[in-house]
Nanobody, 118 residues
Framework: QVHLVESGGGLVQAGGSLRLSCAAS????????MAWYRQAPGKQRELVAR???????NYADSVKGRFAISRDTGKNTMYLQMNSLKFEDTAVYYC????????????WGQGTQVTVSS
């Protein structure tokens, strides 16, 4: 089992920046895929950004050019750098890890609140 703990959320003004961190309980180099999701009140949980075990990245159209996903295998940590934040970015952000072995499984952190003031 993989335990994930998010941190770095908080209150920020529109146009500001924030960096989220996700610490994993085991080496992330053996995790097949990691991602950041978010969920705003009354809305579906949506994919924000994803990074593969080879470092390839994908972003939701709404955050392209503003957010950057990265990882530090030495620290077993994934990051989400968020720039030019908008009020619409307000949500609970969740860390996700996907592993194929021993069987396909998605793991989730408890989430960290990001609130952007207008």
């Amino acid at each position: 089992q993989v335990h994930l703990v998010e941190s770095g959320g908080g209150l920020v003004q529109a146009g500001g920046s924030l960096r989220l961190s996700c610490a994993a309980s085991r080496s992330i180099h053996i995790i097949d895929r990691m991602a950041w999701y978010r969920q705003a009140p009354g809305k579906q949980r949506e994919l924000v950004a994803r990074i593969s075990d080879e470092g390839s990245t994908n972003y939701a159209d709404s955050v392209k050019g503003r957010f950057a996903i990265s990882r530090d295998t030495g620290k077993n940590t994934m990051y989400l750098q968020m720039n030019s934040l908008k009020f619409e970015d307000t949500a609970v952000y969740y860390c996700n890890a996907y592993m194929l072995r021993p069987y396909p499984t998605n793991y989730w952190g408890q989430g960290t609140q990001v609130t952007v003031s207008s």
